[in-house]
């Protein structure tokens, strides 16, 4: 039984990694095709088995590799209604490049930094929803309401929330460029596994660490409320990634094989950061009694005696 499981998810991870070589090729693709009517009619759509990417996907992309944003895209590693996020390798803009002192002068050493890119999807994206979390926002006063217009400001809007979290010190993925509908970031992970949700970890090695990782996680949303000025607004067990690193340095990631002593160092990282509100926003204590409801209610069922009460209080303390 267990050989057939492992067979099964060997073939799945396989699947997904064709599907992402799908997805490289056919960029490569229409990279080379030359400009005008016969690209627009040959890629107007473009599916990749379940990832469709539009002209205006292809186009951005281009453009990102162009500007040495992104050097190659691999598989995808979170796919949602909204957008795909996929697994891939950073140019040399996203800092790809690594200076070292070597007989006292500069050497460039180039290296692989792992990014993800997040694809909004523009056609399917619930704009209208979007917008709820757009208005009220002093920095989009101005955005128009059709849906393209939303989804790219929803786009924009995450990758100026990321910017303030992390330069307020709170654990995120360092952002590294937007453009229309796609998002350049930080991978949380290595060598293409993304580290694990909160909500995928197993309970009988989370339990144990249970206290520990709560309070890590409260003093992010306390930093990001404080000094960030932000309340993520959707936050839950579901977005909230933990990065792990084993002793000595080596670091291991991913639901399968996580070990008890990796939890003692895991590193709560805060993701899906679009719906993130400014404090001054209309809801944003709505928001920010949601969030903490969430967050309470999943470290209640692992046996934390908590008061929703007195978590807001230290939160606003």
């Known amino acids: 039984m267990e050989g057939r499981r492992e067979e099964a998810e060997e073939a799945e991870e396989a699947e997904e990694k064709e599907e992402g070589n799908g997805a490289l090729e056919e960029f490569e693709r229409w990279e080379r095709e030359p400009k005008g009517k016969k690209r627009k009619k040959d890629y107007k759509l473009m599916k990749v088995e379940r990832y469709v990417f539009d002209d205006l996907t292809l186009q951005t992309l281009y453009k990102l590799a162009q500007r040495r944003i992104i050097a190659g895209i691999g598989g995808p590693i979170s796919t949602g209604k909204e957008s795909i ?51 009220g926002d002093p920095r989009f006063e101005n955005v ?19 910017k303030r979290a992390f330069r307020a010190g709170v654990s ?7 453009e229309k509908n796609v998002l350049v970031m930080d991978f949380i992970g290595r060598e293409g596994i993304p580290a694990p949700r909160l909500r995928d970890v197993p309970e009988e090695i989370l339990r144990p660490h249970a206290q520990n990782i709560f309070e890590r996680i409260l003093a992010s949303v306390k930093v990001l409320y404080e000094k ?27 639901s399968e094989g996580i070990t008890a002593s990796a939890l003692s160092s895991a590193r709560p990282v805060l993701i899906d950061m679009g719906q993130a509100v400014l404090t001054s926003h209309p ?20 046996g ?14």
């Open 172 to 178: 995120v993925p360092a952002p590294i460029a937007y």
């Open 144 to 162: 128009k309401k059709d849906r393209r217009s939303v989804v790219f400001t929803w786009a924009r809007k995450e990758f100026k929330n990321l």
């Open 304 to 317: 934390l005696n908590l008061s929703h009460e007195d978590v807001c209080k230290e939160i606003l303390s």
């Open 85 to 135: 996020v996929f697994h891939a390798i950073g140019g040399s803009a996203a800092g790809s490049g690594e200076v070292r002192r070597v007989s006292g002068e500069e050497v460039r050493e180039e290296r692989q930094r792992e990014v993800a890119v997040k694809i909004y999807k523009v056609s399917t994206s619930n704009f209208k929803a979007m917008l709820e979390y757009i208005l």
């Open 228 to 254: 960030a000025g932000l309340v993520h607004a959707d936050l839950s067990e579901f977005n909230i990634l933990l990065d792990f690193k084993m002793e000595g340095g080596e670091e291991e990631r991913g």
């Open 283 to 302: 809801k944003a204590m709505d928001f920010l009694q949601r969030d903490l409801r969430n967050i309470v209610a999943f470290f209640q069922k692992l």
